[in-house]
T-cell receptor
Framework: DAKTTQPPSMDCAEGRAANLPCNHS???????VYWYRQIHSQGPQYIIH???NNETNEMASLIITEDRKSSTLILPHATLRDTAVYYC???????????????FGTGTRLLVSP | DGGITQSPKYLFRKEGQNVTLSCEQNLNHDAMYWYRQDPGQGLRLIYY???????QKGDIAEGYSVSREKKESFPLTVTSAQKNPTAFYLC???????????FGDGTRLSIL
């Protein structure tokens, strides 16, 4: 019951920006967009999340379109260690709805090459 | 160093045996979670706990049990009733249920 669509795989050259798209056309007004990544045989790592404004942290930038139906995760200078599966997840936040689980789809497998 | 520790990294079980997977966190997080991941698939929620002495079933709780007697610990028992226990098990925690979850490095369980 994943509510996002991501390409199954992408390639990126080391040192270049990696732009990972995510489609969430049915997103609701109270749903956040979360990004996680999973390096082989490790647990997922939280990257960033946002509601409607663009967000940036030390790992990445998140660009959300004005209509909120899609977003892009940007790794500005990809390294070999960024090779991983990247998951885009939408999750509602409202104190009235109570606990809402994270729904991990199959993500985008990003391969960063020298 | 703050973090989530899962042990052991690899675990083997004979058929018919119960086995307990450990998860400890020193992040002072209230909420903790257990997920299962099968090859090539996303994570599925087994159990979660929003606060000490309370826990709830996730999507695939059958054949599993948990306890939350201490804030920092959330052990998962895979019972003999779990018909297909071979998987990668991941524990996570968050400050509260609505905040980002942070994961351990997982335990890979195999049946002998």
């Amino acid at each position: 019951d994943a509510k996002t669509t991501q390409p199954p795989s992408m390639d990126c050259a080391e040192g270049r920006a990696a732009n990972l798209p995510c489609n969430h056309s049915t997103i609701s007004g109270n749903e956040y967009v979360y990004w996680y990544r999973q390096i082989h045989s490790q647990g997922p790592q939280y990257i960033i999340h946002g509601l409607k404004n663009n967000e940036t942290n030390e790992m990445a930038s998140l660009i959300i379109t004005e209509d909120r139906k899609s977003s892009t995760l940007i790794l500005p200078h990809a390294t070999l260690r960024d090779t991983a599966v990247y998951y885009c997840i939408v999750r509602p936040f409202s104190m009235n709805t109570g606990f809402q689980k994270l729904v991990f789809g199959t993500g985008t497998r990003l391969l960063v090459s020298p | 160093d703050g973090g989530i520790t899962q042990s052991p990294k690899y675990l083997f079980r004979k058929e018919g045996q119960n086995v307990t997977l450990s998860c400890e966190q020193n992040l002072n997080h209230d909420a903790m979670y257990w997920y299962r991941q099968d090859p090539g698939q996303g994570l599925r929620l087994i159990y979660y706990s929003q606060i000490v002495n309370d826990f709830q079933k996730g999507d695939i709780a059958e054949g599993y049990s948990v306890s939350r007697e201490k804030k920092e610990s959330f052990p998962l028992t895979v019972t003999s009733a779990q018909k297909n226990p071979t998987a990668f098990y991941l524990c996570a925690s968050s400050i509260s249920w609505d905040q980002p979850q942070h994961f351990g490095d997982g335990t890979r369980l195999s049946i002998l």
